[in-house]
């Protein structure tokens, strides 16, 4: 069984900075695309970011290209979002996601999601 956990959200101001994490159990991380996308209230989930298996490839959504970066931390299992320059429009709950397939933007190619962790830019 595969798990998902974010963890790193809450309030920051405009133009601040914040880190999630993404722990995941059950299988090694190394095995997975990893993904992170978003979802504000009344809002459809926006892909943010992917990376590939070895860290060797990247995409991310236009909306966050050059102020967020993802990484990850196979020998912890661990994937990471950071998110600099925020802006009140980053508000949303942030979800990561594995997939067993090729690296991807789209959600539902996405086999295993966590819980979500909520994001808030105060202006």
């Known amino acids: 069984q595969v798990q998902l956990v974010e963890s790193g959200g809450g309030l920051v101001q405009v133009g601040g900075s914040l880190r999630l994490s993404c722990v995941v159990s059950g299988r090694t991380l190394s095995m997975y695309v990893m993904g992170w996308f978003r979802q504000a209230p009344g809002k459809e989930r926006e892909f943010v970011g992917s990376?590939?298996?070895?860290?060797?490839?990247?995409y991310y959504g236009d909306s966050v290209k050059g102020r967020f970066t993802i990484s990850r931390d196979n020998a912890k299992n661990t994937a990471y979002l950071q998110m600099d320059s925020l802006k009140p429009e980053d508000t949303a709950v942030y979800y990561c996601?594995?997939?067993?397939?090729?690296?991807?933007?789209?959600?539902?190619?996405?086999?295993?999601w966590g819980q979500g962790t909520q994001v808030t830019v105060s202006s």
């Open positions: 990376m590939s298996r070895t860290g060797g490839t990247t």
């Open positions: 996601a594995a997939s067993r397939g090729l690296i991807t933007t789209t959600p539902n190619s996405y086999d295993y």
